[in-house]
Structures are given as structure tokens and as C-alpha cells.
């Protein structure tokens, strides 16, 4: 069985529901939406993985955009967010504006150290010294144990963002955490999803417009300056610009409580 019976009619693609889909059906699957809406991307991702998908949120305006989509779609999707337990204030007041707006309560993923747990095993303030380590321990450890129980997840990755997402497909096979990846904002813009944003009164952090165009951890994001990388900001002062969640092979998984082999390294001041 193919993946689709007609490249004109999307809904065919649900065909493939007793099927396991290769890479080259992702391909091909990815391939056909590319003219296509993110919303028509979102339609067939939770036909065809429903129960067995969710929605990764950072609360970010890229997220934000699929949260609202997701609303008016498949309203009771899970969505899921990672809590570093060192976040802005201001997101975790967008996650209960969430709450109360969209009726919705993201799922809360912890690391498995409490931030008094990993300063006496790795030292205070790790991420100063090991950005690497400490996002592994903090936000990958945590999605490989939330992912390993679903078929796909959705991202709100663009491949404008860093040359890591610059290839990154709407329909691919993520080979780091062994699932689908559904990208529905791949080929969208920053100007796009404001777009979308400001028509659709969709919440955002306010931290957006005062220099943040890129928010992750409170100690590990900074405010960027006008004409800059809108990821300059993140992970100021190492040669890093990913968490480890979005990179493939290119930031393996660690195994949990190791030391980085190869932390990020630090740039020259």
C-alpha cells in the first residue's frame, strides 16, 4: 500500500493506518503537504497517530501558533511542556494563560534531578560550564523517557531558525528519538507566524518584544540586539545553538548522569 492513493487528496493519506510508514513514505508524505497549510499537515498527523501523539510547547510564539491551531483541530491532543525548573516567570505565566484560554492543562516534564540534586553531583550552576550536559540532563533525558511511549510528535521547529533545521522535513523520521517528527511550521517564516499570532489574538510571551526572540532558560538567554542572529541569545559565549532536542546526530543522546565527552565550546571573548 502506498502512502496516499492520490497526491490531490489528502484525506487518502489516513489509508496508511495499519501500516508503518519508511522513510521514503515520510518523504513522500512530507513532500505532498509542502504546498499545503500547517493546519492540513496538523489534520493528517492526529488522524493517522492519534492516540499516540502530543504536541511539544516551549511557549514560545512558534508553539503558541500550534496550540491555537491545535485548539480549533483535535482540542484534546496532549500537549506537553519541558520544565527546566530555571524558566522566566513570564513563561510560566503564558502556560497558565494557556490554561485558562484554551481549557487545556500542558503535561509538566521534569528532570530526574532536582536542581539541588544536580549542583551536589555536577556542581552549582552547571550550565556556566557544561551547557551541553546540563540541557541533557534537564530537557532531553526527560523527552527520550516521554517520547518512547508515542508514535510522533509535533514541533514547532522552522527551517529559517539554524542550519541544524535548515533541511528538516513537515512529515520525517526523527532518528535521534526513534518516532515520526511532524514540523508543520517548516516552511513558514518569523513574519508568518506573527501573522498568524496577531489575526488569531493568540497569547504570546512578552518577552518577544523586548529583545527575546528566542526564550529558553532564564541563566542561559539573553536579550538579543536589533540586525543580530535571533538565536545569538541563547547559550551566550559558547559555540552552541541547540539544546539537543532539534540536532539529530549531531548531539547524541547522553546516557543519563554522564559527563559531556565534548561539552560546547566555550568561544573566544
Given at each position: 500500500?502506498?502512502?496516499?492513493?492520490?497526491a490531490?487528496?489528502?484525506?487518502?493519506?489516513?489509508?496508511?493506518?495499519?501500516?508503518?510508514?519508511?522513510?521514503?513514505?515520510?518523504?513522500?508524505?512530507?513532500?505532498?503537504?509542502?504546498?499545503?497549510?500547517?493546519?492540513?499537515?496538523?489534520?493528517?498527523?492526529?488522524?493517522?497517530?492519534?492516540?499516540?501523539?502530543?504536541?511539544?510547547?516551549?511557549?514560545?510564539?512558534?508553539?503558541?501558533?500550534?496550540?491555537?491551531?491545535?485548539?480549533?483541530?483535535?482540542?484534546?491532543?496532549?500537549?506537553?511542556?519541558?520544565?527546566?525548573?530555571?524558566?522566566?516567570?513570564?513563561?510560566?505565566?503564558?502556560?497558565?494563560?494557556?490554561i485558562?484560554?484554551?481549557?487545556?492543562?500542558?503535561?509538566?516534564?521534569?528532570?530526574?534531578?532536582t536542581?539541588?540534586?544536580?549542583?551536589?553531583?555536577?556542581?552549582?550552576?552547571?550550565?556556566?560550564?557544561?551547557?551541553?550536559?546540563?540541557?541533557?540532563?534537564?530537557k532531553?533525558?526527560?523527552?527520550?523517557?516521554?517520547?518512547?511511549?508515542?508514535?510522533?510528535?509535533?514541533?514547532?521547529?522552522?527551517r529559517?531558525?539554524?542550519?541544524?533545521?535548515?533541511?528538516?522535513?513537515?512529515?520525517?523520521?526523527?532518528?535521534?528519538?526513534?518516532?515520526?517528527?511532524?514540523?508543520?511550521?517548516?516552511?513558514?517564516?518569523?513574519a508568518?507566524?506573527?501573522?498568524?499570532?496577531?489575526?488569531?489574538?493568540?497569547?504570546?510571551?512578552?518577552?518577544?518584544?523586548?529583545?527575546?526572540?528566542?526564550?529558553?532558560?532564564?541563566?542561559?538567554?539573553?536579550?538579543?540586539?536589533?540586525?543580530?542572529?535571533?538565536?545569538s541569545?541563547?547559550?551566550?559565549?559558547?559555540?552552541?545553538?541547540?539544546?539537543?532536542?532539534?540536532?539529530?546526530?549531531?548531539?547524541?543522546?547522553?546516557?543519563?548522569?554522564?559527563?559531556?565527552?565534548?561539552?560546547?565550546?566555550?568561544?573566544?571573548?
Amino acid at each position: 500500500m502506498t502512502p496516499f492513493s492520490s497526491a490531490s487528496a489528502p484525506s487518502a493519506l489516513t489509508d496508511v493506518v495499519t501500516v508503518r510508514l519508511s522513510g521514503d513514505d515520510l518523504k513522500l508524505i512530507s513532500n505532498h503537504f509542502e504546498d499545503k497549510s500547517p493546519q492540513e499537515v496538523l489534520r493528517w498527523a492526529i488522524e493517522r497517530f492519534t492516540p499516540d501523539i502530543a504536541l511539544a510547547c516551549s511557549l514560545g510564539s512558534d508553539d503558541m501558533a500550534l496550540v491555537d491551531m491545535l485548539s480549533k483541530i483535535a482540542p484534546k491532543t496532549r500537549v506537553f511542556y519541558l520544565d527546566t525548573g530555571v524558566l522566566f516567570k513570564e513563561t510560566y505565566d503564558l502556560r497558565d494563560e494557556v490554561i485558562r484560554r484554551y481549557g487545556i492543562t500542558p503535561i509538566q516534564l521534569l528532570p530526574d534531578l532536582t536542581l539541588e540534586e544536580q549542583a551536589a553531583a555536577h556542581g552549582a550552576n552547571l550550565w556556566e560550564r557544561d551547557p551541553d550536559l546540563c540541557c541533557n540532563i534537564r530537557k532531553v533525558q526527560p523527552l527520550v523517557r516521554f517520547l518512547s511511549g508515542l508514535q510522533a510528535w509535533i514541533t514547532g521547529i522552522r527551517r529559517d531558525q539554524t542550519p541544524a533545521r535548515a533541511n528538516s522535513g513537515l512529515v520525517e523520521f526523527d532518528k535521534k528519538f526513534q518516532l515520526v517528527k511532524i514540523n508543520p511550521l517548516a516552511k513558514w517564516t518569523d513574519a508568518m507566524v506573527w501573522d498568524y499570532l496577531e489575526k488569531n489574538n493568540v497569547p504570546y510571551n512578552p518577552l518577544h518584544k523586548q529583545g527575546y526572540p528566542s526564550i529558553g532558560c532564564l541563566p542561559c538567554t539573553t536579550q538579543v540586539k536589533p540586525g543580530e542572529d535571533p538565536r545569538s541569545g541563547r547559550w551566550k559565549g559558547f559555540k552552541k545553538d541547540e539544546c539537543g532536542l532539534h540536532c539529530g546526530a549531531t548531539c547524541p543522546i547522553l546516557p543519563e548522569g554522564a559527563t559531556a565527552a565534548a561539552p560546547s565550546e566555550q568561544a573566544t571573548k
